[in-house]
C-alpha cells in the first residue's frame, strides 16, 4: 500500500474520531461532513508532502494550517468553540502524523 492510501485511510479514521462526539452533540451534518472531509484532507497533506521535520510536528503543522480558513467563520459564530476544535487538532494531527510515518516505513 503506498503512501497516500494509508494517509486516507488514516485520515478517515481520524475523521470518524472527530465527528462520533460531534454526533452524540447533535450538531448540524455539514459540520459533521465538513470535519470528515476536513481530515481525510489532512490524512492525504501528511502523506504527500515532504517537510524534514518530525512527523508529529508536521502533522500539527499541517492540520492547523488545513483548520485555518474554516477556523474565520466558526470564530464569527461561535469564537469559544475553537477551544476544542484546536484541541481536537493537536491531538488527531500529531497522531496522523506520527501513525501515517509509522504504517508508511512498514511493508504491508
Known sequence: MNKKSIGLILGVVAGII??????????????NFSALSMWIIIGFFIASVDLKINPVL?????????????SFIIAWHEPISLIPISIMTLVLGSLLGFTIDKFSKKKL
Open 58 to 70: 508536521k502533522g500539527i503543522l499541517i492540520s492547523f494550517l488545513t483548520l485555518i480558513p474554516s
Open 18 to 31: 472527530d465527528v462520533t462526539p460531534m454526533i452524540i452533540q447533535g450538531l448540524t451534518w455539514d459540520a
